[in-house]
Every structure is written in C-alpha cells, then in structure tokens.
C-alpha cells in the first residue's frame, strides 16, 4: 500500500469528529472577551497594643506620679528603737524637765503600788538614780534637824545606813538568783524610802511619842507594800523571803531612828 493511498473513514466516526469539532468552536466564541477583576484585599485586622515596659505585670491605671513632687518627709525621732536621741545640745531647762517628769512617773508606781499588776517586774524599768539620791539625803537631811545636839553625825549615819543597806540587799536579790539590774534594785529600794520620808517629815513637825509609833508603823507597812510586788516578782517564788526579809528589815532600822532620834 502507498502512502498516497487513503482508507476512507466511517461515517459514524467522521460525524463524531465534526461533533468535536463544533463544541471547541462554540466553546471558544461564547468565552467573555475581557478578564474579571482580582480579589478586593481583605480589611487590615485589629493589632494588639504592646507595652513597651519590660515589666510582667499588668500596668496600673493610676496617674503616675510627677518627678517634680516634693521629697519625702525626713523619719520621725525614735522614741525606744535605733539611737537615742542627742542631749548634750539641749536647753538644761528641758534637761531638768525630763528628769523630773521621770521621777514622777517613777514615784508613781510606788505611792500607789499595785500587786495584781500584769507585770510588775517591768514598772521601773525606765529607771533613774536621782530620785533615790533625794529621798536619802532627804531623809538624812530630815533627821539631823530633829536631833538636838550633833546634827552632822545623825545625818552621816542615816546617810551611811540607807546607801550601805541598798547596795547590801541589791546583791543579795543578785546572789539568789534575781533577774534585776544592780542600778535597777538601788533605785527601787530608793523610791520605796518616799513614805518614811513623808513619816520623819510628820515627826519632826509633832514631837509626840506616841503619834511617832503610829505614824512609823504606816510609812513602813506603806514602804514594805510599795517594795514587795517589784522584789518578789525578781526572785525565784521559793526564795521570796529570803529577798524581801533584809528590805523589812532595813526599813524597820529606818523607822527605830526616827523614833529614837529627839
């Protein structure tokens, strides 16, 4: 067979052709001339605010404070607690007042003792030696102008006899055992000498035997009174007398001079 030679189609399938044929050609002129739009773009998205604070928290809503503010205002004196204040610069009237102040507080708690204190232990702790030092030589004072003839040597023994007696029973509260400061004990026994002041006081103004015995006996049950919450609250409950025993006993020497003194 030559390639000039042809093989004649069917007729079925040359009507298939044509059917092609025809759909790409309509395919083709129906398609729209022109290329539809793009996409319009997508609104933007909300963005999320971001601190530029590195701190974790959340930032408060509070106005911040203006960096032109006032300084702070400078600490108040402490009044218990870090360094005492200073007091050589001060006026001595001030001095004076403060000390005296203390006294009165002090002397306080003695004229009117209080056994059922909830901590009589700690009532003089703000203690002082000037008061004590006035009531002695008050007290020594207040004999020696009662006495008739030899008015230095009663004030020598009654100032001998009180300062020699509170150091002795101060350490005797101290050897058995007591929780006081040395100058702690001279001064409460010092403060508990005012009612025996007050009683030479009376003495020296009435000079009557009997009114003597009867005042003594007060001012020295009102002293032993005064001292017993504060010494007994500093010893061992089992050793109590044996600290207050040589303070009655010292007060009770006090008392027989101001009687025996004419």
Known sequence: MSHSDTIPLHSTSQSDIDEIENL????VQSAPAHVPPARPPSPPRASIPVSVSSSPFIPSNLPAKSSSSSAPPPPPPSSGFGSPPNTLTEPVWDTVKRDLSRIVSNLKLVV?????REDPGKALRDWDLWGPFFFIVFLGLTLSWSASVKKSEVFAVAFALLAAGAVILTLNVLLLGGHIIFFQSLSLLGYCLFPLDVGALICMLKDNVI????????????????????MSSAVNPRRKALALYPVFLMYVSVGFLIIAID
């Open 24 to 27: 790409i050609n309509a395919s």
């Open 112 to 116: 009117f003792p209080n056994p059922f």
């Open 211 to 230: 009114m003597k015995v009867v005042v003594v006996c007060v001012t020295l049950a009102w002293s032993s009174w005064a001292a017993y919450p504060f």
